[in-house]
Structure formats: structure tokens, C-alpha cells
């Protein structure tokens, strides 16, 4: 039988899912990757070791999804610094394909996973 998506069940998977991520950020900014371990993280998060695996397969995607978290973040406090800023003589050019405004926290998204996996690959 199929999972059945309730607006009540996708707010609690996100505050499951973010408690995990906030957690995981803590550890691992005290303790490093090395001397973190999902046990950890499941019981600083408040959560079982099952439903931390439900979230994330493995302690490198955990780390992955914490990163880009991380970055998205980052993205979003510069596009906020850069609203009141003009666009400038790139942007007021029609036809270039360059949005005038775009923002930074897209950049976020791109590239970062392949790189992400190709470094802990190699670990």
C-alpha cells in the first residue's frame, strides 16, 4: 500500500527532516565527520535510528543534504544584501538572456551535488 501525502503529514516529515539537519549541523560542526556518528545525530535530533535512515540513506547524503542547506542559506542572506543594489548596465540590456536581479541562491543548486559526491567519493 502506497504512502498517502496529508498537508498534516508533509509539515511533520519537513520538522522531522529539519530537527535531523539541525542536529547533524551541531555534531558535526563540534565533532567533525569523523567523530560523528548517525547514533549521534539520531539522538541529539530526538529521533530513532530508523527514522534517521528514512530520511537519509547513509552518513554522506545526511552530510550532502547539510551542506546544501548550508549553502542555500548563505544564497539567500545575499540576495537579501543585494536587493537594493541596481541591477547595472548588463541587466538594462534587452535580449542578452542575463536577469537583471537574479540573485545569488540559485547558484547554490547548481554543480554542488556532482562535486559533493566526487569528494566523498574519493574519501
Known amino acids: ?11 511533520i516529515r519537513a ?5 535531523i539537519l ?7 560542526a563540534r565533532n567533525g565527520l569523523e567523530g ?16 534517521l535512515y ?10 550532502e543534504a547539510v551542506v546544501m542547506a548550508e549553502l542555500a542559506s548563505h544564497g539567500r542572506r545575499v540576495d537579501r544584501r543585494l536587493e537594493g543594489i541596481p541591477a547595472g548596465p548588463l541587466g538594462a540590456c ?13 547558484l547554490c543548486r547548481v554543480g554542488t551535488t556532482t562535486r559533493l559526491s566526487r569528494a566523498t567519493a574519493r574519501r
Not at 36 to 51: E, F, Y
Open 15 to 19: 520538522r522531522s527532516r529539519n530537527r
Open 54 to 63: 528514512f530520511y537519509f540513506k547513509n552518513k554522506d547524503a545526511l552530510l
Open 94 to 106: 534587452p535580449g542578452n538572456g542575463v536577469r537583471p536581479r537574479a540573485g545569488v541562491s540559485h
Open 22 to 28: 539541525r542536529a547533524a549541523r551541531r555534531l558535526l
Open 1 to 11: 500500500m502506497p504512502y498517502r501525502q496529508t498537508p498534516r503529514s508533509v509539515r
Open 36 to 51: 560523528t556518528t548517525m547514533n549521534q545525530i539520531a539522538s541529539d535530533a530526538n529521533t530513532s535510528i530508523g527514522n
